[in-house]
């Protein structure tokens, strides 16, 4: 008896992203003022779809812009931060982040803030931020870091990329900077500046707020994740 014949499945396609549920992120005030497993329990449909399904939606679509301007690294799959606090060693025993985040990393980095990535976008009723980059380098990438930045050629480079980012409006930022240069640098190094951080990240022009409600949020992220293209992949050839 012949088998019936395979029945092709393609997987559907990711769903457009047409904006968070408001602009003013009321449900992370509310969250804040209450605080509770059971007002979260009883108000998680509207996380769920007002910001968790955004959010991937929003990440989705940016990855599927990105991918182009990256010829040696592979972004990987979207990643949204869960929204509950890990309060294991933490005096403040709130269950819930007032902010929902996620993120673009690179194949082969690390996870988190210890990783390279395209992207991170963050938001909340008082926060709203996107960069790119490696927020914070562990010992043995902040060792091969600052031997790139020392180097003539690899220095330059990062140097130039700065530069360009600036002239953009992007701002640089990092989990932690230095005092001084460190041990076996010149204190007066002319990439000073960079050898001092323990991680560095482009931290992008503040977008409206108004924009995240709006489909167009894509194509202003987007853009700006492949103006940072640049530092995420010297980044990812240095540290990875």
Excluded at 68 to 81: C, N, S, T, W
Excluded at 156 to 171: P, Q, S, Y
């Amino acid at each position: 008896m012949p088998r019936p014949a395979k029945t092709s499945r393609t997987a559907a396609p990711p769903a457009p992203f047409t904006g968070f549920a408001d602009g003013d992120a009321r449900f992370f005030s509310e969250l804040a003022a209450h605080q509770s497993r059971e007002w979260f329990a009883a108000n998680r449909a509207e996380y769920e779809e007002g910001w968790l399904a955004p959010m991937q939606a929003l990440l989705g679509a940016v990855r599927a812009r990105l991918a182009p301007r990256y010829a040696h690294e592979e972004i990987a799959e979207p990643k949204v931060f869960r929204i509950h606090r890990d309060v294991r060693f933490s005096k403040d025993k709130s269950p819930y982040k007032t902010h929902i985040g996620g993120y673009l990393g690179i194949v082969g980095s690390d996870a988190g803030p210890a990783g390279t990535a395209a992207l991170y976008f963050h938001v909340g009723a008082d926060e709203l931020f996107a960069c790119a980059g490696q927020y914070v380098m562990n010992g043995e990438q902040l060792q091969r870091f600052r031997a790139a930045v020392g180097d003539a050629e690899r220095g330059d480079e990062l140097a130039g990329i700065v530069a360009a980012l600036a002239r953009a409006g992007f701002t640089l930022g990092s989990h932690e900077e230095m005092r001084r240069v460190p041990r076996g640098f010149d204190p007066e190094h002319r990439r000073a500046d960079l050898l001092r951080r323990k991680g560095l990240v482009a931290i992008f022009p503040a977008p409206a707020r108004a924009l995240l409600t709006s489909p167009q949020l894509v194509d202003v992220l987007a853009t700006q994740a492949a103006q940072a293209a640049p530092l995420v992949a010297w980044l990812a050839a240095v540290t990875l």
